[in-house]
């Protein structure tokens, strides 16, 4: 076996819980195999954990080593961070006063903005401005950069977590030790030089500001590598879900759009779209890379034309495919197929937004008969995997028949990132365990000190079809998991798996309420079954 290290240093067992690392397997000679090897990697890395620098840099370093083997996926809070450049400019790079909104001269240096367009009609209450307001106080950068994070990129606690990130990172200098001993600041209070370690508002902002450099950044160079979408042999990888688009009756039907590309006219007919999945897939990551460099051609040009920058307006104010910001010109579209929403306030065509889930459970529409899962079978599809929208402490599998019961589609939602929210729960005319969440402890992460789950593909060499998918992993009550061969068809487990279970009462032990949910079965546990029911951003 090729182990790899995750981190520069040792972890800590304390700061780094689980017994498991990253492993590529060789074959059966002992000979490096790694070319049939893969890890995907779907997207989200930064604002909840606590820790964006650190393990985006171990990511890099992963790929940096193992180019052909380590994958990437782009996520909305990936995208989203292309806009740091176009609202904050190229301010704080080299300037550490207090006050990062002028040049030398007095000149202003944040590019100007009125707002955010999906705020647009919002009563956003607390930003530094006037409350009724969607128009952020520039004061300064750091007063522009918090409310972004805030209120525009729905992470609260993001510029805090750098903060602390920051001061870890100068302990650790300090100490000449591995950033992964250093937990807290307050861990290592006993250090006299601790007492000296600040890191100012300004400080935040150029970290973020370095690091999403469009020609420097860490996150920059993520972006580089990865894809909107991505396909090995019968599995195809998105961060989101295969978009809907409304057709002349207004039902929504499945179909492989690039709404980027401008329609010849108004008739449903002659919207841009592709005709295969594989098509789709080539022109949509085609898409992202030129975007992506667009984004840091602008970058250059607003080094050499910052005043000119300064006034042209930003992206986040109007929004839409074709913006007409010098950076909506050059990087806008990409933004834009990173949101929820268009500026009509309908749905965006994204796989990176759109979600196989709805108020906590899987959409209805995955199951009808209107031929969407069967085209996807007929290119070869066996297996998506997706992330975006938190489904408890372990992937959820859906089975979804195609062409009677001949064929099988499977989708595994696999964000486990709020884990440690899961609750547990007894269902009545059940014999339920007492199993409880051990919560998210004192992890910061919401994945808590426990929770980790890892799909396992196998593709047979000789037909290229899944021929093993595994899931397993650690759940928040601390029981350790391990699913059968879903793609085995003569298991009898397999033919409930990733199906409703049915309407069943149970008791919310936080609230002490009864209440009905439609469980779905998850997997096994030991001699148990594992069912799940979600509603809105809640898990049982």
């Given at each position: 076996v090729n182990k790899l290290n995750w981190n520069l240093g040792e972890w800590d067992e304390d700061y780094f819980p689980y017994d498991k690392e990253v492993v590529f397997i060789d074959d059966d000679d002992g000979r490096s195999n790694l070319?049939?090897?893969?890890?995907?990697?779907?997207?989200?890395?930064?604002?909840?954990?606590?820790?964006?620098?650190?393990?985006?840099?171990?990511?890099?370093?992963?790929?940096?080593r193992y180019p052909n083997q380590v994958h990437f996926l782009m996520g909305n809070r990936d995208i989203n961070k292309m806009r740091i450049v176009d609202e904050l400019g190229i301010i704080c790079e080299n300037n550490d006063s207090d006050d990062a909104t002028s040049t030398a001269d007095g000149e202003t240096t944040l590019p100007h903005r009125e707002g955010a367009y999906w705020l647009r009609g919002t009563v956003c209450s607390g930003l530094p401005a006037d409350p009724d307001s969607n128009v952020p106080s520039d004061s300064s950068a750091a007063e522009r950069l918090k409310w972004m994070l805030q209120r525009t990129m729905g992470s609260?606690?993001?510029?805090?977590?750098?903060r602390n990130e920051l001061k870890r990172e100068r302990i650790a200098i300090m100490n000449e030790t591995s950033v992964s001993h250093v937990h807290?600041?307050?861990?290592?209070?006993?250090?006299?030089?601790?007492?000296?370690?600040?890191?100012?508002?300004?400080?935040?902002?150029?970290?973020?500001?370095?690091?999403?450099s469009p020609v420097s950044g860490i996150m920059s160079n993520y972006l580089t590598h990865a894809k909107l979408a991505m396909r090995f042999g019968p599995v195809l990888f998105l961060h989101g879900a295969l978009p809907k688009v409304p057709n002349k009756a207004g039902d929504e039907t499945q179909d492989f759009p690039t709404p980027w590309i401008h329609p010849e006219n108004d008739d449903d007919s002659t919207k841009a779209g592709c005709n295969s999945l594989t098509d789709w897939i080539g022109v949509l990551n085609d898409f992202a890379s030129n975007q992506v460099k667009g984004w840091k051609a602008y970058h250059g040009h607003h080094l050499e034309n910052s005043s000119q920058a300064s006034s042209s307006g930003v992206w986040a104010t109007d929004g839409g495919y074709f913006n007409n910001t010098?950076?909506?010109?050059?990087?806008?579209?990409?933004?834009q197929y990173g949101m929820g929403t268009l500026p009509d306030r309908t749905k965006t065509q994204s796989c990176v937004y759109n979600s196989v889930m709805h108020d906590g459970l899987p959409r209805d529409d995955l199951f009808s008969d209107d031929g969407c899962m069967e085209k996807l079978t007929r290119e070869g599809i066996q297996l998506i995997l997706s992330g975006h929208q938190p489904v408890g402490d372990a992937p959820w599998p859906i089975q979804i028949p195609t062409n009677g019961e001949d064929i099988k589609l499977w989708i595994i939602p696999c964000d486990t990132s709020f884990a440690g929210d899961t609750r547990w729960t007894s269902l009545e005319g059940f014999d339920s365990s007492e199993s409880a969440s051990l919560g998210r402890g004192s992890?910061?992460?919401?994945?808590?000190?426990?929770?980790?789950?890892?799909?396992l593909i196998q593709l047979c060499?000789?037909?290229?079809?899944?021929?093993?998918?595994?899931i397993h992993g650690c759940l928040s009550d601390g029981s350790y998991y391990e699913t059968g061969n879903i793609m085995d068809v003569d298991d009898e487990e397999n033919l409930v798996l990733g199906r409703k279970l049915g309407h069943v009462e149970f008791k919310d032990k936080d609230s002490g309420d009864t209440?009905?949910?439609?469980?779905?079965?998850?997997?096994?546990?030991?001699g148990d079954h594992l069912v799940s029911f979600g509603e809105g951003f809640n898990v049982w």
């Open positions: 070319g049939n090897s893969m890890l995907v990697y779907g997207g989200d890395i930064w604002d909840k954990g606590g820790s964006d620098l650190y393990v985006l840099r171990q990511l890099l370093s992963l790929h940096r609260a606690d993001a510029f805090e977590l750098r807290q600041p307050d861990d290592v209070h006993d250090n006299s030089k601790v007492a000296t370690v600040t890191v100012t508002d300004i400080e935040v902002a150029q970290s973020y500001i370095r690091s999403c010098r950076g909506g010109k050059m990087f806008g579209a990409l933004l992890i910061i992460s919401g994945r808590g000190e426990v929770a980790v789950s890892e799909p060499p000789t037909t290229n079809t899944a021929e093993l998918v595994k209440k009905e949910g439609m469980f779905w079965m998850k997997g096994k546990v030991g």
